[in-house]
Nanobody, 121 residues
Framework: QVQLVESGGGLVQAGDSLRLSCAAS????????MGWFRRAPGKAREILTA????????YYADSVKGRFTISRDNAKNMVYLQMNSLKPEDTAVYYC??????????????WGQGTQVTVSS
C-alpha cells in the first residue's frame, strides 16, 4: 500500500505559478504510474495529468495542456506538478494518485489527502 502526501498548495493570483509535491511512502513508486487530479467545488473529480512509471509517457487534459507539467523523481519517491499561468477556474483541491501498474492506462488505486489551490482574479 502506498501512502501519498501532497504539499505546495496555497492562495495565488491569476497568472502566478505553483509547484505541488507528492511524497510517497510504503513502497517504491518506480513501478507505478502516477497522476494528479483535482476536485473543484460542486464538480466531479477530474484527471489532469499522468506519467508512466519510467517517465516516458505522459497525458494532459486539455484544460491544463501547455500550462501544467508533471514530473517524477523515482529515487526520491516524489512526484511534482508545476502549474503556470494559473486561472481562477483552477481553484480546487488537488490530489496525487498512484496506479496499480506502470502504464498511464493502469487503474488508480491510492490517493493522497489533497492540497487546496485557490486562484484569485
Amino acid at each position: 500500500q502506498v501512502q501519498l502526501v501532497e504539499s505546495g498548495g496555497g492562495l495565488v493570483q491569476a497568472g502566478d505559478s505553483l509547484r505541488l509535491s507528492c511524497a510517497a511512502s510504503g513502497r517504491t513508486l518506480g513501478n507505478l504510474s502516477m497522476g494528479w487530479f483535482r476536485r473543484a467545488p460542486g464538480k466531479a473529480r477530474e484527471i489532469l495529468t499522468a506519467i508512466s512509471a519510467n517517465g516516458g509517457s505522459t497525458y494532459y487534459a486539455d484544460s491544463v495542456k501547455g500550462r501544467f507539467t508533471i514530473s517524477r523523481d523515482n529515487a526520491k519517491n516524489m512526484v511534482y506538478l508545476q502549474m503556470n499561468s494559473l486561472k481562477p477556474e483552477d481553484t480546487a483541491v488537488y490530489y496525487c494518485a498512484a496506479s496499480m501498474g506502470p502504464s498511464i492506462l493502469s487503474t488508480w488505486r491510492n490517493w493522497g489527502q489533497g492540497t487546496q489551490v485557490t486562484v484569485s482574479s
